[in-house]
Nanobody, 127 residues
Framework: VQLVESGGGLVQAGDSLRLSCAAS????????MGWFRRSPGQARDFVAS????????SYAESVKGRFTISRDNAKNMMYLQMNSLKPEDTAVYYC?????????????????????WGQGTQVTVSS
């Protein structure tokens, strides 16, 4: 399984970014997908995730209403639309994939449920 993130960059507070994750080496529709992030000196945090079929998604409280996760199973792609960015959103964002039936909110937010991780893309939000 290979996950490749793109779309990160340096933006100002209030701006928007769209992260993409290109997946290969897997049957994409059999995997729940998600985003985690790590800020300097901080633990890895859950951001958002989406079920295999895309019918359910889960968000961290800190990004609800600002971020939207989506996927295109025909293209093996996942996206994270990030609006109204804040300096505290500055982090390396990681695309993750977890095989199987990951459906509850608890499981969707649990890092150990995801067995494949990308290399990450840096998002920096200046104030």
């Amino acid at each position: 399984v290979q996950l490749v993130e793109s779309g990160g960059g340096l933006v100002q507070a209030g701006d928007s970014l769209r992260l993409s994750c290109a997946a290969s080496g897997l049957t994409f529709s059999n995997y729940a997908m998600g985003w985690f992030r790590r800020s300097p000196g901080q633990a890895r945090d859950f951001v958002a995730s989406i079920t295999m079929s895309g019918d359910l998604s889960s968000y961290a409280e800190s990004v609800k209403g600002r971020f939207t996760i989506s996927r295109d199973n025909a293209k093996n792609m996942m996206y994270l639309q990030m609006n109204s960015l804040k300096p505290e959103d500055t982090a390396v964002y990681y695309c993750v994939a977890g095989e199987g039936y990951i459906y509850s909110s608890r499981d969707l937010q649990t890092a150990s449920k995801y067995d494949s991780w990308g290399q990450g893309t840096q998002v920096t939000v200046s104030s």
